[in-house]
């Protein structure tokens, strides 16, 4: 599959198992999952015929490996993004001292004052890296980067889970907890 095709089935997989799984009418578990033969029937269904060689194929060549099959194959979901109501059961996990998040300016005053929200999302994500937040960031404009203290948080009880693919995930960043990096 060229790289174009690759990116675009991508984006139809982001839309359906993050946001809109009723587009093409699949419902997804509360955990996020949907059956891979019935995923593929609705997307046939609606103009995107794909085969599972290919759906293997996006799957392992998405940069950012967004989406994940279970443990038999046989199911789907992407591993973070979501705004539709899912709970995706990951543990609680341990961050780092130190995460990162990108933005762009004109929500830095609203973000340092109240701190980073989840918006449209489940939870707030944050980078491992200051390069991932940078590019996360650069979706918008010229990256803002914010250093969260991630530990200082979790010893003041926040709860934090890593996604399948890496992404940090917590329910909110009070503003006490970042800071602007040069
Ligand atoms: C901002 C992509 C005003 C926040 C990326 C961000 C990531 C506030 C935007 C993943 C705010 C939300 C998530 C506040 C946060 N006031 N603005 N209090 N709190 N914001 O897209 O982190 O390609 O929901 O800074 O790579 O940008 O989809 O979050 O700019 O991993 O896989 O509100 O999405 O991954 O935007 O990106 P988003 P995000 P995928």
Same mark, same amino acid.
């Given at each position: 599959?060229? @790289? @174009?095709?690759?990116?675009?089935?991508? @984006?139809?997989?982001?839309?359906?198992?993050?946001?809109?799984?009723?587009?093409?009418?699949?419902?997804?578990?509360?955990?996020?999952?949907?059956?891979?033969?019935? *995923?593929?029937?609705?997307?046939?269904?609606?103009?995107?015929?794909?085969?599972?060689?290919?759906?293997?194929?996006?799957?392992?060549?998405?940069?950012?490996?967004?989406?994940?099959?279970?443990?038999?194959?046989?199911?789907?979901?992407?591993?973070?993004?979501?705004?539709?109501?899912?709970?995706?059961?990951?543990?609680?996990?341990?961050?780092?001292?130190?995460?990162?998040?990108?933005?762009?300016?004109?929500?830095?005053?609203?973000?340092?004052?109240?701190?980073?929200?989840?918006? @449209?999302?489940?939870?707030?994500?944050?980078?491992?890296?200051?390069?991932?937040?940078?590019?996360?960031?650069?979706?918008?404009?010229?990256?803002?980067? *914010?250093?969260?203290?991630?530990?200082?948080?979790?010893?003041?009880?926040?709860?934090?889970?890593?996604?399948?693919?890496?992404?940090?995930?917590?329910?909110?960043?009070?503003?006490?907890?970042?800071?602007?990096?040069?």
């Amino acid at each position: 599959m060229d @790289k @174009k095709h690759l990116i675009r089935v991508s @984006k139809r997989l982001s839309r359906h198992l993050r946001h809109a799984p009723g587009d093409i009418g699949v419902t997804l578990t509360p955990d996020g999952w949907v059956d891979v033969d019935t *995923l593929l029937a609705a997307l046939r269904r609606n103009g995107l015929p794909l085969t599972r060689a290919e759906l293997d194929e996006v799957v392992e060549g998405n940069d950012k490996r967004r989406f994940a099959f279970d443990e038999s194959g046989l199911r789907i979901r992407a591993s973070q993004g979501h705004s539709v109501d899912v709970d995706l059961a990951l543990p609680a996990a341990i961050p780092p001292d130190v995460l990162y998040h990108g933005t762009v300016s004109r929500f830095l005053d609203a973000i340092l004052h109240e701190g980073l929200r989840p918006m @449209k999302r489940h939870a707030v994500h944050l980078s491992a890296t200051v390069e991932t937040a940078r590019t996360v960031g650069a979706r918008r404009g010229v990256p803002v980067l *914010l250093a969260v203290d991630a530990g200082e948080m979790a010893a003041a009880g926040h709860e934090f889970q890593v996604s399948a693919n890496g992404v940090w995930l917590t329910a909110a960043v009070p503003p006490e907890f970042l800071r602007r990096l040069p």
